[in-house]
């Protein structure tokens, strides 16, 4: 398990030189994972500093522990979401940090990990969430959600074009009998998409997949929700940095930035502002930060990621 968790952080330079980490500072790596970017701020943290790990997964928190260890009582790591960051660090006395890291790719543990069904690959029972503790799984969304829901879905979080046409397969096969496997899953899309674009748009339910792990684990409601209390939990100057993986993520995270940054709301043609709205602080990152291409050749599961930051005042 430890070794599976040991994979390279994507843009994990890019991450700890946009942090700036100060030898004192306290820092939050909101999505832990197995520890790379925890690490690394790790190693800048003289004996003052300190560094708060969460993670949902119970694998991520016992491989995490395990690879911080050295670090001793720089490192605190708590088993949440981190939509429940402000909350749980007020828990441990500590109202604010000078950095923050979101990193909200799968981590290849959970996509290689048979059992935990994300993806296509195996064949395994449809599971895909995060944190086990969860009762949702995709199971129950293949299964449970209408027929327009899950186009809904397919369309809006994959992003597929025969979004229509899977969801009015998924409907019918499991007319028939419950859908409970990946491999079973993965015949159906096979038999709604075209033969002429199975044999040149990759794997034919990577989207699919993408768009059920994305509602089973909420992903992008929690983004939406937690980025206003990330950056409220900012020192002056700290910053927030996050990789995403998806341009819907993306697109949330660009347009939050970009409203913090200016955040009025008076009409183009007034003159002056008087709605008083006062920026948070500044966008560090005009346009992402990209993986290179020697780290794209390493790491393929790099290629979507995009890295943006923004500093508080």
Do not use: W
């Not at 700890?16 to 925890?38: E, R, S």
């Not at 939509?83 to 006395?93: D, F, P, S, V």
């Not at 995060?130 to 449970?144: K, Y």
């Not at 674009?197 to 792990?213: C, D, E, L, N, Y």
């Amino acid at each position: 398990m430890e070794m599976e968790f040991r994979h390279a952080s994507v843009l994990l330079n890019e991450t700890i030189d946009a942090l700036k980490v100060k030898p004192q500072g306290v820092y939050l790596d909101g999505t832990l994972g197995g520890g790379g970017h925890a690490c690394e701020v790790c190693k800048r943290l003289d004996d003052k500093g300190r560094l708060y790990g969460i993670d949902q997964d119970g694998a991520a928190i016992e491989a995490a522990g395990k690879r911080l260890g050295e670090f001793g009582q720089k490192v605190t790591i708590i088993r949440d979401n981190y939509c429940n960051a402000k909350e749980a660090l007020r828990e441990k006395g500590v109202e604010y940090v000078d950095g923050i890291v979101l990193d909200l790719g799968v981590s290849s543990y959970q996509l290689d990990t048979v059992e935990r069904g994300f993806t296509y690959k195996y064949d395994t029972p449809l599971d895909m969430r995060m944190d086990q503790r969860q009762e949702l799984t995709a199971r129950d969304i293949v299964n449970d959600y209408d027929e327009q829901m899950l186009y809904r879905i397919i369309r809006d979080y994959g992003e597929d074009q025969f979004a229509k046409n899977i969801a009015k397969h998924i409907v019918q096969a499991r007319a028939e009998k419950p859908v409970e496997t990946t491999f079973e899953l993965n015949e159906i899309i096979r038999a709604a998409v075209p033969a002429k674009m199975r044999a040149v748009g990759g794997h034919p339910s990577k989207r699919t997949f993408q768009a059920i792990r994305i509602e089973c684990n909420h992903e992008l409601d929690v983004l939406r929700s937690s980025l206003q209390d990330l950056i409220d939990l900012l020192n002056p100057e700290g910053r927030l940095c996050i990789v995403t993986f998806h341009s819907l993520e993306d697109r949330i995270v660009k347009n939050f930035f970009r409203e913090m940054e200016n955040p009025c709301t008076c009409p183009p043609e007034f003159p002056v502002c008087v709605c008083g709205k006062i920026p948070y602080g500044k966008v560090i990152s005009r346009k992402p930060i990209l993986p290179t291409q020697e780290e794209m050749e390493e790491n393929p599961r790099s290629k979507s990621a995009k890295l943006r930051v923004f500093e508080r005042f």
